[in-house]
């Protein structure tokens, strides 16, 4: 799912503002509890991979594959590529599918939501104590009757941003009523959870979850978004040449600060439901797809596009 078309957001001209501290106060660990958890991202890619991802019969057969056109707030629609798991997805586009600067190559997006309902208001206070202000809106979805549906409540920590922007959600109750959410009963009281949110499709496929994602953002994007990982209870460390990697939750997050110019997605790693004995190398457009051998497969996208 887009979040910045939900509040109709554009990019900044002359770069992000980073206006919420890197080096806020918190470290993320010191929290009690970890309150977001890796959900899905997003990339946008070159013409000649989004559409060799769309057209790949390998992976409709490797994972939970679909091509959906969404309506979400304001009538705003979208048309994405989702490799779905059990608790997490990954959602791809190419240059053009998206309006504006969230259509250019290197574009992406990060979303971590809560388990449990409530949580998101915790999440708002711990953002303030991170030295950044909390920006609320709501996303509806539209099944195609013309009446939105309240789908998720989102925080961001900034309206203004270069290529990369994350927000956290919570899922609302509205969304989980309505039958054509096609999402499962509540495992307890409270429950708005990513395994509920996702179908037990994956069970049919060999992907089973996202454990790693490595994007490239530029150092105002960064900025920006270390408060956020931190309230959500991640714990945050700086790497070498700048950038920062979050773990927590199953899904590590890796943020490299860079010129905009090489900003954008650039590996993915996903558990499988089952071992696989041989390696097998899947080149789809510009990517590559590594599958095994063990359990595990690495997905690597071309720098910003190019081979």
Do not use: C
Not at 20 to 32: F, I, K, L, R, V
Not at 188 to 217: C, K
């Amino acid at each position: 799912m887009i979040v910045v078309l939900a509040v109709t957001l554009v990019g900044a001209v002359g770069g992000g503002v980073g206006t919420a501290q890197a080096e806020g106060s918190g470290s993320g660990a010191s929290y009690d509890r970890q309150l977001l958890f890796y959900n899905h991202s997003y990339g946008v890619l070159d013409r000649e991979t989004a559409d060799a991802i769309e057209r790949s019969d390998y992976l409709k057969d490797f994972a939970s594959f679909e091509v959906r056109t969404t309506t979400g707030s304001g009538g705003q629609t979208w048309t994405g590529r989702y490799l779905r798991g059990r608790e997490t997805y990954l959602e791809l586009f190419g240059v053009g599918d998206l309006p504006g600067p969230d259509g250019t190559l290197g574009a992406a997006g990060l979303g971590v939501s809560t388990e449990r309902d409530g949580d998101l208001a915790t999440v708002a206070e711990r953002m303030k104590s991170e030295g950044a202000t909390p920006i609320e809106f709501l996303q509806t979805r539209d099944f195609g009757d013309g009446v939105p549906v309240p789908w998720f409540d989102a925080l961001l920590t900034a309206t203004e941003y270069d290529a990369f922007q994350a927000w956290a959600m919570e899922y609302r109750p509205e969304y989980f009523a309505d039958p054509r959410s096609n999402t499962e009963p509540a495992s307890f009281p409270g429950d708005v959870g990513r395994e509920r949110y996702l179908s037990d499709d994956y069970r049919n496929h060999l992907m089973r979850d996202i454990t790693s994602v490595h994007l490239a953002v530029t150092e105002g994007d960064l900025a920006d978004t270390v408060p956020l990982l931190r309230a959500g209870g991640f714990a945050v460390r700086t790497v070498t040449g700048g950038g920062v990697v979050a773990e927590g939750g199953g899904t590590t997050i890796r943020l490299d600060a860079v010129p905009r110019a090489q900003a954008g997605l650039q590996r993915v790693t996903m558990s499988l439901n089952r071992p696989v004995k041989d390696r097998h190398v899947e080149r789809i457009g510009n990517s590559t797809l590594t599958v095994g051998p063990g359990s595990h497969a690495v997905w690597t996208f071309p720098a910003n596009g190019t081979p």
